[in-house]
């Protein structure tokens, strides 16, 4: 049986009988605790999110005449903050143009750290629960908040990441991965072959090894640093069969990384330059993906539109939402259930009678 860990005051006390004293000093305890307690439990990643969202909040209160503490690790900073503070946050977050679900994600950490202060007993019961009463913006509200914006020119949205996804058709995604027969093209086989068939994130296929290939096998192990996991995926025909000529022919190294940068003037064609021994940043794979996607016709392409397309056709095959959940690395049911939901039939199970 695992012991329970109080403190030495709080010990001392029951040892003495006093058991409301010692509650309380387990309640001092703990208070002191719980954020280390939160952020150890925590991937890297999601922290150095929410030390962002945290330091929105204290940009939005500072703008409001207010002087914020540590947010992100001081409990009492958090004393005198109340949810009328936090719906201003919101709506200055919109004024300020940011995207929607850049908004909500502040408010969620916003509510996560403002529940710990309450534990802490910086922040009064009543006035947690109306905090987390304030809620984010509804998907479907995204489009015609963003009307509004171009409207209005102080709610011009900002920031690179796009209000809706390109889209994808299932003959575009053949010609993206049917790269042509030169060292750049069969490296750009093998990127848009894992991005579409297999919906990885930009930074994950930029981490991946050659050690991570299993050719005799057909599978990909790789790591999703997001989620803090480490998974392995079939591969689908296209995928290997393009990671076999790659592999074979310009990636020979039993070790380090995959994807190998070209050389500066490669051109896409036959008359393409030869791959370099660095491993290609998330950036150099945004940039091809987006110069690749210009090819087919796909303006502003980008690898994350591979992963919504991806997703897509998974929802729309009949992949079951757990499933998907766990195939596209995915921490919550919330993202892959809007695939599902837009790829439901949307009068399946409705009986009309004979004509």
């Not at 209000?163 to 490296?187: C, F, H, M, W, Y």
């Not at 989620?227 to 310009?250: G, M």
Request: glycine content about 10%.
């Amino acid at each position: 049986m695992n012991s329970i860990v109080i403190s030495d005051r709080a010990s001392d006390l029951m040892a003495s009988g006093f058991m409301h004293q010692a509650g309380q000093a387990a309640n001092e305890a703990a208070a002191r605790n719980v954020f280390s307690d939160y952020t150890s439990r925590k991937a890297k990643n999601t922290l150095t999110r929410q030390h962002y969202d945290l330091a929105c909040f204290a940009d939005f209160l500072r703008a409001a005449g207010l002087n914020p503490g540590d947010l992100a690790s001081d409990p009492e900073a958090w004393r005198g903050i109340t949810w009328g503070l936090v719906e201003a946050f919101k709506g200055w977050m919109l004024q300020q143009g940011f995207a929607i679900g850049t908004i909500n994600f502040r408010l969620s950490t916003v509510k996560v750290y403002a529940k710990m202060a309450a534990k802490a007993g910086a922040i009064e019961p009543a006035t947690l629960a109306m905090m987390q009463a304030v809620e984010g913006y509804a998907h479907k509200e995204i489009k015609r908040i963003d009307e509004q914006r171009d409207q209005e020119g102080y709610f011009t949205r900002i920031g690179s990441k796009k209000a809706e996804a390109v889209s994808i058709t299932r003959d575009q995604a053949r010609q993206l991965k049917g790269q042509p027969n030169t060292p750049q093209g069969r490296r750009d086989a093998v990127i848009m072959a894992i991005l579409l068939d297999h919906g990885l994130r930009c930074g994950e296929v930029a981490l991946l090894k050659v050690e991570d290939i299993d050719l005799q096998a057909g599978r990909m192990t790789f790591y999703r640093p997001k989620v803090d996991k480490i998974q392995t995926h079939q591969l689908t025909r296209a995928a290997l069969q393009a990671l076999r000529d790659y592999l074979a022919t310009d990636q020979k190294a039993t070790a380090g990384p995959l994807l190998l940068a070209s050389k500066k003037g490669g051109k896409h064609g036959e008359a393409c330059g030869k791959l370099g021994a660095a491993g290609m940043t998330e950036r150099a794979i945004t940039k091809r993906a987006a110069f690749l996607g210009q090819l087919v016709g796909l303006a502003g392409l980008s690898a994350h539109d591979c992963r919504h397309y991806w997703a897509t056709q998974a929802a729309r095959n009949g992949t079951p939402l757990d499933r998907l959940q766990d195939a596209g690395g995915w921490s919550s049911l919330a993202m892959p259930a809007r695939y599902i939901e837009a790829a439901a039939i949307a009068n399946q199970g409705v009986l009309l009678g004979s004509d």
